[in-house]
């Protein structure tokens, strides 16, 4: 249904793609019951000779109904698309699962850096590695920690159907598992200023050799 979509990267893409298509068709379908709803009134009280136009002020049994029905019924697709969403808000951003490469992504005016763990294997040490591309081995759970270190931005990599704000002053953790090799695009998705329009950045996707050669390289 969604196939105009970038290429599913991360292993949990299938899920956010089929949240989305739910959301698409329950709104669908409450679109097209409110418009032939509203068609159906409209041509039930359209202008007809001797008939006069009335003031009804809505406040009987009848009237409180045709409120407070279709608000259930709007609360009713609420509760549908919360249920249909929970789980995947939960794999996503709430069940990390154990790293198998880590990385921290710095969001800045305007760029992104990214810091690997030196030879100890652990980030915040004297021997980490900073560089300007995100390198990452494919089919290994990735988890990152993102920071901003001025203003407001947003991780986006559409292909890991990944958004993530960064927030000054929070450490973020997140994670994603990339099951292709390629080249990918990571913009900034802060919609204020061209300035996070123009910190665009590359995420390259390889074996675990291919990151491990080209971090040794930096
Ligand atoms: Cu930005």
New binding site residues.
């Given amino acids: 249904m969604l196939h105009y979509l970038p290429i599913q990267l991360s292993t949990y893409a299938p899920d956010i793609d089929g949240v989305i298509t739910y959301i698409y068709v329950v709104c669908g379908a409450w679109f097209v019951a409110a418009l032939g709803i509203l068609l159906g009134f409209v041509w039930h009280s359209r202008r007809r000779p001797g008939v006069r136009a009335q003031w009804l002020p809505g406040d009987d049994r009848r009237g409180t109904a045709m409120i407070l029905v279709p608000v259930g019924a709007v609360l009713f697709c609420d509760f549908l698309i919360e249920q249909r969403a929970t789980p995947v808000w939960e794999k996503v951003k709430i069940d990390l699962p154990e790293a198998g490469f880590e990385v921290k992504i710095t ?1 800045r ?2 760029a992104w850096v990214f810091t690997y763990p030196g030879a100890d294997g652990k980030l915040g040490t004297a021997d980490d590695i900073t560089a300007k591309e995100l390198h990452v081995p494919r089919q290994t759970p990735v988890r990152f920690s993102l920071e901003a270190a001025d ?4 991780f986006y990599v559409p292909e890991l159907r990944l958004k993530q704000d ?1 927030v000054p002053g929070r450490a973020i953790e997140g994670w994603f598992d990339a099951i292709g090799d390629g080249t990918f695009e990571i913009g ?1 998705a ?1 919609i204020c200023g061209k ?2 329009t123009t ?1 665009r950045a590359v995420m390259v996707v390889a074996s675990r050799e291919e990151v491990d050669a080209w971090l040794a390289q930096q």
């Fill in positions: 969001a005016q305007f203003v407001l931005h947003a960064a900034c802060e300035g996070h910190m």
